[in-house]
Each structure stands twice: as structure tokens, then as C-alpha cells.
């Protein structure tokens, strides 16, 4: 069984950064692919960014959000540059099987974390 505890998040004005944190528990997030999504109130869940054998990102947020993993801290973070008020969401960290190329669907993920809310102001 895998828990994943995201923090990082907060209120931040439009234009700056935000670094997310997802830190799993249990077995070793090694053999997952990693997977941050995203979901505003009357919104579906929205995919962000993933990290398998390569990384992907969601078109909204391509060249502004970077995905990386530090195996030897068990952590995966998300850093959010260049931030507008429509990035501001509940922001979920997920962890499914390992792949190449990981998926950017939600129902492939089988963890999930709590949420960290973030709020982009203009």
C-alpha cells in the first residue's frame, strides 16, 4: 500500500512560483510512475504533469511546470513557474504502475494523496 502526502501549497500572486511536494510512504515510489493532476470546484479532474520512464505535461501548463523525482528521498515535486489565476485548483499527486511513457488519465493511477489547495490571485 502506497500514501502519498502532497504539501507546498498555498495563495500566491499571478506571475510567481509555487514548488509542490508529494512524498510517498511505504514501498518505494521507484517502480511507479508518478502523476500530478489537478481539480477546481464544477471542474474534472484535469491532468498536469507525469513522470515515468519519460515526463509529459498537460497543454495548459507546458513550458511553466516542471516534474521531477528524487528516488534517494522517495519524493516527487512539481514546480510551477510564470502561475495565472486559472491554475488555481486542488492539486493531487498520484502513483500507478510503471511505465515508459506514463499515462495522463486519472484512472490510471491507483494512489492518490489528499490534495494541496493552490490559489493563483490577480
Known amino acids: 500500500q502506497v500514501q502519498l502526502v502532497e504539501s507546498g501549497g498555498g495563495l500566491v500572486q499571478a506571475g510567481g512560483s509555487l514548488r509542490l511536494t508529494c512524498a510517498p510512504s511505504?514501498?518505494?515510489?521507484?517502480?511507479?510512475?508518478m502523476g500530478w493532476f489537478r481539480q477546481a470546484p464544477g471542474k474534472e479532474r484535469e491532468f498536469v504533469a507525469a513522470?515515468?520512464?519519460?515526463?509529459l505535461y498537460g497543454d495548459s501548463v507546458k513550458g511553466r511546470f516542471t516534474i521531477t523525482r528524487d528516488n534517494a528521498k522517495n519524493t516527487v515535486y512539481l514546480q510551477m513557474n510564470s502561475l495565472k489565476p486559472e491554475d488555481t485548483s486542488v492539486y493531487y499527486c498520484?502513483?500507478?504502475?510503471?511505465?515508459?511513457?506514463?499515462?495522463?488519465?486519472?484512472?490510471?493511477?491507483?494512489?492518490w494523496g489528499q490534495g494541496t489547495q493552490v490559489t493563483v490571485s490577480s
Open positions: 513522470a515515468g520512464g519519460r515526463s
Open positions: 511505504g514501498r518505494t515510489f521507484g517502480v511507479y510512475s
Open positions: 498520484a502513483a500507478g504502475p510503471w511505465r515508459l511513457v506514463p499515462t495522463t488519465t486519472s484512472t490510471g493511477y491507483d494512489y
